[in-house]
């Protein structure tokens, strides 16, 4: 059986989204984070292995908001 490498995986981003938005919820802050998560998923898609896009997803959506996060006394 051949594998054509030049093929693009398809990824349902629907099904990615439902999956990392619970975990980012408590941090999102009310900040629009169904934007945030496109937008990550949109830099990570040429990816042609995509096991752990859900992982890199929510890592690259938490890094956005860390600058964001007010200072905790």
Known sequence: MAIDL????EVDRLEL???VRPRL???AGGRD?????????DELTPATVTTYL??????RVR???????PPTA
Do not use: F, G, N, Y
């Open 6 to 9: 030049h093929a693009q995986p």
């Open 17 to 19: 989204v439902e999956s």
């Open 25 to 27: 919820v408590s941090v």
């Open 33 to 41: 984070l169904d934007a945030m998560i496109d937008a990550a998923l």
């Open 54 to 59: 859900p992982i890199l997803v929510e890592r």
């Open 63 to 69: 890094a956005r908001l860390e600058p964001l996060e």
